[in-house]
């Protein structure tokens, strides 16, 4: 009885998890496009947009470098990590595609070339 319960649990959470993987990606007629794809993988599966816009934004990352240090007291050098903040240029683009009106309309964005989202707008036309 009590594999019953488990088997009955571990289905259910892979059915779960599964569905829930499935919110990252979107079909487009027997193709599967999901985050981490390059815009060539997509534009492969799903032809062109049907509209692109696209801008560049600047963001703040932190990284850490080494840095070497003089220790007065000691009279020696010494090694440490810093923090320190890097500006890096992310290119942005939204992917619109329009399937009509029986379907959703599909929102694609992309950094640098690799889809980071998809979400999901009114019916098309």
Not at 37 to 49: F, L, Q, R
Not at 108 to 113: I, P, V
């Amino acid at each position: 009885m009590k594999t019953n319960g488990i088997h009955a649990l571990s289905l259910f959470a892979l059915i779960v998890f599964g569905l829930a993987d499935l919110s990252f990606a979107f079909r487009c007629g027997t193709q599967l496009v999901s985050e981490g794809d390059s815009k060539y993988e997509v534009t492969h599966k799903c032809g062109e947009p049907d509209h692109i816009e696209s801008w560049e934004e600047e963001r703040i990352q932190r990284d850490y470098g080494l840095r070497r240090e003089y220790d007065s007291r000691s009279g020696r050098y010494s090694w440490y990590r810093a923090p320190f903040l890097v500006n890096e240029k992310v290119r942005i683009e939204e992917w619109t595609y329009n399937p009509g009106p029986t379907e959703f309309i599909r929102y694609l964005r992309f950094e640098n070339g690799i889809l980071t989202s998809i979400s999901t707008g009114d019916k098309g036309f």
